[in-house]
T-cell receptor, first 113, second 114 residues
Framework: GQQLNQSPQSMFIQEGEDVSMNCTSSSIFNTWLWYKQDPGEGPVLLIALYKAGELTSNGRLTAQFGITRKDSFLNISASIPSDVGIYFCAGPNYGGSQGNLIFGKGTKLSVKP | GAGVSQTPSNKVTEKGKYVELRCDPI?????LYWYRQSLGQGPEFLIY????????DSGLPNDRFFAVRPEGSVSTLKIQRTERGDSAVYLCASSIGHQNTEAFFGQGTRLTVV
């Protein structure tokens, strides 16, 4: 079945650093979504991508829809402490309804000790 | 309320018992979704309602799981004969239409089966 692989699984950030993470799949996606989840909360949609090659920003966040349609990237510039959390990529499950999303396992951002 | 509300926030139940989890979507949202999230994993789709009807229930793991939305607003996820493997956070989301990209998630119900 479809799977989304996120890399890295976890990373430490120092305030002011830029952060990059990615999401890959063995199958093609027509939509890529990036969510952030804080402890004890539900995921919050950050960026939605609908077109191959699309580059979309939301404040300090920038995401790109890979041209192969099998990957997507999320960058965070000049990170701040509140960027800590788990970032998930997601996309529509092939053959399912529009409401049926597959999520990756997440990239966990923590503060560098 | 302003957001998706889920009750209870935590539920501990004994193996074999029946549980109901409630979701109050954002007012006016016609689409409602249930997901399940296990520790260290991303959310996993269970079921999607458009109005009162289940448009896609392909994610329900077995017939012990059932969900209803009788008036097209509040939804209840029902789990019969709970098993320890059912322990997870159950997330509800709603959106104004059928486009899940605009969905807003609740805080979830943490279910623990002992």
């Amino acid at each position: 079945g479809q799977q989304l692989n996120q890399s890295p699984q976890s990373m430490f950030i120092q305030e002011g650093e830029d952060v990059s993470m990615n999401c890959t799949s063995s199958s093609i996606f027509n939509t890529w979504l990036w969510y952030k989840q804080d402890p004890g909360e539900g995921p919050v949609l950050l960026i939605a991508l609908y077109k191959a090659g699309e580059l979309t920003s939301n404040g300090r966040l920038t995401a790109q829809f890979g041209i192969t349609r099998k990957d997507s990237f999320l960058n965070i510039s000049a990170s701040i402490p509140s960027d800590v959390g788990i970032y998930f990529c997601a996309g529509p499950n092939y053959g399912g309804s529009q409401g049926n999303l597959i999520f990756g396992k997440g990239t966990k951002l923590s503060v560098k000790p | 309320g302003a957001g998706v509300s889920q009750t209870p926030s935590n539920k501990v139940t004994e193996k074999g018992k029946y549980v109901e989890l409630r979701c109050d979507p954002i007012s006016g949202h016609t689409a409602l979704y249930w997901y399940r999230q296990s520790l260290g994993q991303g959310p996993e789709f269970l079921i999607y309602f458009q109005g009162t009807g289940a448009a896609d229930d392909s994610g329900l793991p077995n017939d012990r799981f059932f969900a209803v939305r009788p008036e097209g607003s509040v939804s209840t996820l029902k789990i019969q004969r709970t098993e320890r493997g059912d322990s997870a956070v159950y997330l509800c989301a709603s959106s104004i239409g059928h486009q899940n990209t605009e969905a807003f998630f609740g805080q979830g119900t943490r279910l623990t089966v002992v």
